[in-house]
């Protein structure tokens, strides 16, 4: 039986910025994943039982993942998107709570269709600063890498 979900992705508003706190177990966010790599990476996944991917994407999985609501008692149809789409692996659940964004590339793959990643704020708490020393984690990393 398919998963009910409070909110769909056709109820998303295109540009709507979330934060989503984790530590990072694999990223594919500083170029975009297409053509043999999209192949040899489909054929990992189809080994290992996993869904492939058959678009250029970007993506990142974060283990710990928490929604950073902006109002916890009327939380966004966005920030619910994701809570709802958290999961526990079932090889790994001392990850806790995971939570994996992909998104499509554009069909001109360029810098601008890659997303941005943020780190807490060193010099004011309780904001984010972009985090420009983010790269692409090797696929046996389980080290946070943003």
Do not use: W
């Not at 054929?43 to 970007?58: E, F, G, I, S």
């Amino acid at each position: 039986m398919a998963k009910q979900y409070q909110v769909e992705a056709e109820d998303l508003r295109e540009g709507t910025m979330i934060f989503v706190r984790g530590k990072t177990i694999n990223s594919r966010i500083a170029s975009v994943l297409h053509g043999q790599e999209l192949d040899e990476d489909n054929q990992r996944k189809a080994a290992n039982n996993m869904l492939a991917t058959d678009y250029p994407h970007v993506s990142i999985s974060l283990a710990h993942a928490e929604v950073q609501m902006k109002d916890p008692a009327n939380p966004s149809p966005e920030e619910l998107f994701v809570s709802e789409r958290r999961f526990t692996s079932k090889k790994y659940p001392g990850r806790g709570l995971c939570y994996t964004a992909i998104g499509k590339a554009n069909k001109v793959i360029e810098k601008t269709t890659l997303p941005q990643v943020f780190i807490p704020s060193e010099n004011t708490p309780g904001t984010y600063d972009p985090d420009l020393s983010c790269r692409d984690s090797p696929r046996t990393s389980t080290s946070p890498l943003c």
